[in-house]
């Protein structure tokens, strides 16, 4: 089996998101976790979704897509509130290499996304993913406690109903929903209720942490290297200290701890 190749960062909720503050945090995200880890003799591939509407058959997936091509120096914070204004309910931004062509480079690049789903008639998603090869396969320490800082940063702007960071390469769906056969829609408009699963960093909203008996019994009982408070009712639990050493054992209590909120 491939070793897993993604880091995966995902917040869900169902509230209303403030515009202006998340422009400034998808700011953050590009200038301050993305871009050091591109070089800076490449060019960013951007795409954008525009013209998004949701329908029965194709709820979440946008019919295509308008190609954006910007230097880094486009990413600005009136170009993401520009973003955000323009595209109500849906924004996606995709950093590939580029060859000497210009052209996205398929076999042997890297790549890193940014994805936004924000319709009022479904949950809304945060979601950012980066190759593990923009790490050079290894991830420092320092650089996993900013994807963390930003993590809980976004989790209390979007009032996070849940969320997760791991290490992995199952796609679209967690590896927990893959192992019980739960879909992907489902998951999502549970969010608020039921936990999409086990990860190296766990983020518990108000009605899991109520149905794991309160803040104080979840950040005296959780099995996990670090509980952290972070205020409304949330819960961040950080599974081990390192993102890609996580043993199967430490894996599982967790998961038995979560059982109560998961499918």
Do not use: N
């Not at 120096?73 to 520009?82: I, N, R, V, Y």
């Not at 060859?99 to 940014?114: F, K, N, T």
Request: glycine share 10%.
């Amino acid at each position: 089996m491939s070793p897993p190749h993604v880091v995966r960062l995902e917040l869900d909720t169902f509230s209303g998101v403030d515009r202006p503050a998340l422009a400034r945090w998808f700011e953050a995200l590009f200038t301050d976790l993305l871009v050091p880890l591109c070089p800076a003799s490449l060019q960013e591939l951007v795409s954008v979704a525009r013209g998004y509407r949701p329908s029965d058959t194709t709820p979440w997936g946008p019919p295509g897509y308008a190609r954006l091509l910007l230097s880094s120096g486009d990413f600005t914070l009136p170009s993401w509130q520009a973003a955000l204004t323009e595209l109500p309910s849906f924004l996606r931004v995709q950093l590939v290499q580029l060859d000497s062509q210009g052209l996205p480079l398929v076999d042997g690049g890297w790549c890193a996304e940014i994805l936004l789903k924000d319709d009022p008639a479904f949950p809304h998603q945060v979601v950012v993913t980066a190759s593990r090869s923009l790490f050079g396969g290894w991830i420092s320490h320092a650089v996993q406690q900013e994807w963390l800082t930003m993590f809980r940063s976004g989790a209390s702007l979007v009032r996070a109903s849940g969320g997760w960071i791991t290490l992995d390469h199952v796609g679209v769906r967690t590896a927990h929903e893959v192992a019980v056969g739960v879909g992907l829609d489902e998951s999502l408009f549970m969010a608020a209720e039921l936990a999409r699963g086990a990860h190296w960093a766990t983020l518990l909203g108000p009605r899991q942490v109520a149905a794991l008996g309160g803040v104080q019994q979840v950040c005296a009982t959780a099995p996990c290297y670090s509980v952290e408070d972070l205020g409304g009712g949330r819960i961040l639990l950080q599974l081990t200290e390192h993102l890609d050493e996580v043993p199967p054992d430490a894996l599982q209590k967790l998961t038995e701890f979560l059982g109560p909120v998961l499918h």
